[in-house]
């Protein structure tokens, strides 16, 4: 895990019961916007990232409408990727080197299948934007503890202002180090 490690001590915020399983009854989420609903693509990602009741806001659905995108995009080069029979094309055949093999057959011309480039890009941009929501694992973690404070509050702090106040207050005391000897 890269970063600070949490404090023992930190407490999460935001959490309704001992192990934070609680559902929030009040939150109704954000609703299919009626461009993504009419893509029968998106409209089924939209609809498997936020189900009727979601606790998405109305400042998510931008990047929620991003995710979407991407998934629809994964799903289209996966599919280009495929052939007809089943199998998996990393190669395109672009044509035929100038030369045969010893028993006479051609040697084909390949370049690396454009669509797993676009694949690449689109799993880190949903792995991103997953992580900007919140809905990896990793990344809930890391939600909760950015929302965790310490066992330190307000008031511990000003009760140590108060003892450093009180401690310039004390009166002075001469030490006479020539007594001491």
Not at 59 to 87: C, F, K, M, N
Not at 104 to 117: C, D, F, S, W, Y
Not at 132 to 142: I, K, Q, T, V
Request: glycine residues 4%.
């Amino acid at each position: 895990m890269k970063g600070a490690k949490p404090k023992h001590d930190a407490i999460r915020r935001g959490i309704t019961d001992a192990y934070g399983l609680a559902a929030k009854t009040d939150a109704a989420g954000v609703l299919m916007p009626e461009d993504i609903a009419l893509d029968p693509v998106q409209s089924e990602i939209w609809a498997w990232l936020c189900p009727p009741v979601n606790s998405f806001s109305e400042q998510d659905i931008p990047t929620l409408r991003l995710l979407t995108y991407w998934h629809a995009v994964a799903e289209q080069a996966q599919q280009a990727i495929h052939s007809e029979d089943g199998r998996i094309n990393i190669f395109d055949k672009i044509g035929v080197k100038p030369y045969k093999t010893p028993d006479g057959r051609e040697v084909p011309l390949v370049r690396k299948n454009p669509a797993l480039t676009i694949l690449k890009e689109a799993s880190s941009e949903i792995r991103a934007l997953s992580d900007m929501l919140g809905l990896s694992p990793l990344a809930r973690s890391r939600i909760g503890l950015m929302d965790a404070t310490t066992v330190k509050t307000a008031a511990d702090t000003a009760s140590m202002f108060r003892s450093i106040d009180a401690a310039y207050e004390l009166p002075a005391e001469v030490v006479d180090v020539s007594d001491a000897d």
